[in-house]
Structures are given as C-alpha cells and as structure tokens.
C-alpha cells in the first residue's frame, strides 16, 4: 500500500486516540519499507509495534560479513547498538529500539536475512489526553523512522569513522561492523579449541574482571582495576586463525577448588566465569573469559518450589519421609534447594557447575570430622557435595569450579587449587595436596563407588543418572485461557495468575532474555503431551531455535517483540521453579 500516511496522520490530529488504529499497514519511503504491525488501543497500553526493512540490493552490506549464522548474530548486533546511537542524534524518544547489554546474543531488535535488513522498533504515538497528536506522530513515523532506517541500513552511507571507545553504543562504521564481526568469530573460535583442549574455561591475560559496582555489567575503570595474568602452571597460548593470538589461563576439565583471602577477588573471577558462557563486546574487560557454554551457577535458594526431583544422590531418609527420589516442595531448605539447583542443571545438559561459597548452604557443601562423629550418619540426611563432587566427574563428566575460601575440605578432592592474592591468581595445588596428605595419583585412584560414611542405601552410582522427568500434557496449560508467559523485568515472569521468580538464575542476563525465557515456555507448552521428558522438550525448544531462530519461537508472522535467545539451561530454571508444574509418575 503506498496510501500517505503523513496527510493520514495529519488529518487525525485532535481526533480520539482509537482512530489511529487505521494506519496499520505497509508504507515505503524510497528504500525504506516501514510496517504498522500493532496500533496501541490507548496512550497508556504498550506501545504500538513499527517494522522498519531496507533490502539487500539497497543496503549494500558486505555479504561476507552478514552471510553465515554467527556472523549474522554478531553484525545484529553491532546494528542494534549502531542504532541507538542514531536515535541518539535524532533525538527521537519515542522510537525505542531495544537495549542490548555487554553480551553479544541473538536477539529479535535487528533482523539479518538472505532478503535484507529490518529493525523492529516500539513506539509510544503521542497523545495530548485521549487526542492524537497528530503532527507529531507524523514527523516520528514519516520522517524520523525512515531517516533511522537509511542513516542505519544503507552501507554506503555510513562514516569511515574510527570506532569509538568501546562503548556500549557506537555510530555506525565499516570498521567497526568489520571488527565487531571478527572479535565474535574469535571468541567462538577460542571457545571450540578450548573444548578439544580439554579445558572447561579461560581468562584471557589482560582481562579486567571487576564491574564498576554491584549494579552495573560496566567495567571497572582500568585504573583502578588488577588486570588479569596467568599463573604460568595454568598458562595457554592460543593462535587464532585471524592471526590473533590470546593467552590466558586456562581451567581444565576436573575440580578447580579457588582460595584465598576474603575480598581478594575470588567471587569475582567465578562470576566472570559465569558469564563466560556469553561472548562480550569489545571493551567490557571479559572479551576473552570464555567457558564451557553449559556451565551453570548452582547457588542455594531456600524457600524456592521443587518438583519431583531426584535429590537422592545429596539427602536421604528426611525427617518428613519425603521421598528424595521424587523430591516435590513448595518451600525447599538451603540445602535442598541447592541439590534441586545442582541436579537439574545437569538434567538440563550442564558439563560445569560453578559455586560460590558466599551463596551455597554450608551443610550442603561439607561436614567435618567432628560433626560427623557427634551426628551419626542415620540421623544426617545430608551427603555433601565434597563426597559427590568426584563421583560427579568421573561418572557423569561434570567439572566443578568451586570457591572456598572457608574451608580446606576441597583440597582432597581438587585437581587444582588456585590462590588469588589481591587479585593476582597463583597455582597452589601441590601445596594444598601436601597440607591434605595426598598427591594428585590418589585421585585417579579413589573410590568413588557408594559413601561408606553415609550408611544409607544411596550409592553414588545411580543416583545422578536420575529417571527422566515427563511433565503432564497440562503441566504449563491451566485452565484459563489467559495462560500467556510474560516477563516482568529480568526478576519474574508472570504465567496466568502466577509468577515464576527468577531472581536466582544467575546467568539470566536481562529482561528481553527473560522475555525469551517466557516465549520458550508457551512453546514447550505444546510439546508437553505426558510423553515426551522435560529432556527432549528442551532439545526440541534448541531444534527449533536454530532452524527459524527467535521470530519462530513466538509464532507471530510479523513484529516478535524485543527477545533474546535463552540458554536451555535457563528456560529449564525458569520452568523447574514453576509452582504449578506438574509430572507423569
Ligand atoms: P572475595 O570473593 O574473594 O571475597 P570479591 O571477588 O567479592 O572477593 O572482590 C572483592 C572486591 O574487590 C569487590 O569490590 C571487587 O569489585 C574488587 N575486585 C575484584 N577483583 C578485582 C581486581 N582484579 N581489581 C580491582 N578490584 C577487584
Ligand atoms: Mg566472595
């Protein structure tokens, strides 16, 4: 349709706010096709959804830059935060585009395809009262809106500019879309070496680690930061098939025990750990930490919902009777709400498990000697982690990254034991072995069949390979048929007449992750049939993802919202503290 829309909007100015309902529909300026998908009803609803798309031929992107999968996600992504720098200098607040963080992810703000360029904006339209302000509207949809979309979508256009600082935004530059596309490429490159290497993380020399405070993802400024070096055991020279070369410390595959004094940095290496299973933009300090993509943050969480977990292999014989092989609460404890935590993020795929003392429950963690002889072992439900931490590895294959700086219980299961002094990490293993009495030989060889300490009839063996769980085809589909997923800021997502409270999902980075999160769990709620395992859903969810990426997930043919991709491993946290999740027995 090539109707006017300025003369439209014009001649609605002063008229009540539902007329603009009309304008819904397709509009082209010169090379720019803009879209109306979604008027909202009044000035107050959501804000309405505006499409904007340059093809290819006008566009003129480099295609080997905006051709392969990953390199779409990563040029996306340069876009996105190209584009707020745009809508910065056109001073046009009321075009939202999405605000990405420090991670580079798939996201829906910018869409990359085979047939062009397109941006997928909110815009509130103006209202004086109930009224449309009809002249503005047409300056933001009918001129703003396409001027954004040639300033940001035609190639031949953009500057030649340096790159700026860093920055989470930037104007657009052939150098800087050139080098934000490399970097991504690196890292993933970096990221499958580090897997034939056997190693399950790596902290790239240089790296500054620490954010600017407790509330911001920024880095810390580089004056004021330790910046990361490699104790010289740990050290790995990578060369890079761009020609770059990285080095850094790497992690292997096995327990990694990290001590040291209080305050000397050792949560803040795990948490940069943590997000290492994203890739960072240039400039955040974290642009070579990068991990085993599965790893996964296990804290405890007391007061969180269960349902049917195989907590056995941690806590048995409870004082309730509650059966730990389908282990269901409404309010779990510290320590049953971090087994919870541990055994379904290996169920949801986890290779790596990262732990932090600061947030685990003691008593799960370990008992010592003398607490074990004064409570015998009928009368302690509780199998700690340390007695399961090798077990774990050497029968499921998952590593643990572990800091301890309280206790030295982990020594005698460690491969590796690092000491972070003011922030500078030292190899201390052997030492740490001597102090223990052991040497890395023993444990090849220690037994790690069932607890003779325990005395319960939990061996090791078993109870991590725990039976799939198979939610019921109603699990995520209640009766009311106002039954959608929304996320509520990065902390909850609203589900129906519930709220699924996600404050504890480390590795959740943002609201428009959590958004991704809710749309995944209305699609696993059409794959829920009473068959089919909360295993092969989540697979299935990944399938699907890679084949038609976010737009596909949301089932709209149009504008899908702003939406990032979720790990599986965090559509199942969200999806395991559901209080109405229900399963086949
Ligand atoms: P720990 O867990 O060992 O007690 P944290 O990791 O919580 O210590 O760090 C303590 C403080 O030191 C935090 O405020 C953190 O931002 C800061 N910090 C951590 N690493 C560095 C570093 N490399 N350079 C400067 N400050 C750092
Ligand atoms: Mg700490």
Known sequence: RQSNLASTLHNLDGRSYGSLKQIRGRYTFGPVTVFIDRVQADPFASPSKVRVRVDRADAKFPLDLTTDRADRIAAADYLLRAGNEVLAKLDQRALILGRPGQEILERTNILIDDAGF?????VNLPARGRRILGHQAADILTRDLPDFAERLFLFDRWSDAPAGSGGNTHAPSAKGLADHVQLHRDQLELRSHLGEAGLIGFVGNGAILPRKSGDSDLPMKSSDAVVFTSPPELEHTVELSSGRTVAGMGIPRGVTVIVGGGYHGK???LRALERGVYPHIAGDGREWVIGDPTATSIRAEDGRAVTGDDISAFINN??????????STTNASGSTSQAANLVEAIEAGANTLLI??????TNFMIRDERMRALIPAEREPITPFVDRVRPLLTEQGVSTVLVAGGSSA???VADHVIALDAYVPKEVTDQAHELVGITAADLETAPTGSDPDTGSDSPAAHAFAAAPRVPTAKALRPAAK????????SDRIQFGRDFIDLIAIAQLVDTQQASGVAEALEYLAEIFDGRTSLTEALAEVEDMLDAEGLDGITGHRDHPGHLT??????IAAALNRYRGLSLER
């Open 118 to 122: 397109e941006a997928r904006l909110l």
């Open 267 to 269: 949560s803040t290496i």
């Open 318 to 327: 409870l004082p309730s009777g509650s059966d730990t092989r389908f282990f």
């Open 356 to 361: 932090d003392e600061d947030t685990s429950a």
């Open 410 to 412: 982990f020594f005698e």
């Open 482 to 489: 106002t039954k959608t997923a929304r996320a509520k800021g």
């Open 565 to 570: 991709r979720p790990r599986r491993q965090e």
